[in-house]
């Protein structure tokens, strides 16, 4: 599996019945992939299957890419969120102001699985799973990557405290690195997160790109797969 592949559809009212059915299909499928993406890891720490939530306001999507003779995965699953007439980014009155930590989605934090070593942006992450967040630095993203998986009673991290900061906490974090901005050709409505590759894909290929869309904003990172 590669690509990426967003957990949501529109419909038509006389459409409603069949979408309902595709978007069980969907979520199955879904579940079953990152289930087995789990099981197949040895590294693998957290219950891939409860980050679904179902909530199609900002529907379940992953973004996956494999490298190497043994197929090494790496995959981000991340709540896809919609701009709905909203300021997110940069300036007064922005949902995620300057100078703030983003859980880079909605709902839980968005998670990072890699089978392989990585180099991402100069930052070394070793195989494992991570959650992601992004410092926005009044438009200069920098790209978090964090250990914590899991709350203290063993779920899913949650996006965000009851106070709404996020719940990245600096003492776990493996480090963080700047991302290349820019902006989409036109506004992108639902945050979109992709790994794509920066050579032809054959075995040795190790380059690739993790890039961000959201509203007005682009950001980019390139890593390679040690």
Known sequence: YEGVAPFNSLCSFREVYSCERRRSVKRIALAVLLVACTITSALGQINASRLITGNQSSPEAITSIHYGPEGKLIWIFYHAPSVKGRHIFNGAGALQPDGTIWRLGADDATVLH????????????????????????????????????????????????????TTNNPATELGRTAMTMGKPASPVEMLRIALTRAEAATVSATRGKLEIAWENVTASVPFTVK
Not at 145 to 165: E, P
Request: a negative charge; charged letters at 25%.
């Open 114 to 165: 890699t089978d392989a070593d990585l180099d991402i942006g100069g930052l070394a992450v070793p195989k494992g799973e991570y959650t992601l967040y992004v410092d926005v630095d009044k438009g200069n993203w920098k790209l978090i990557v964090n250990k914590q998986l899991t709350d203290g009673k063993g779920q899913a991290a949650g996006g965000i405290n009851r106070d709404g900061s």
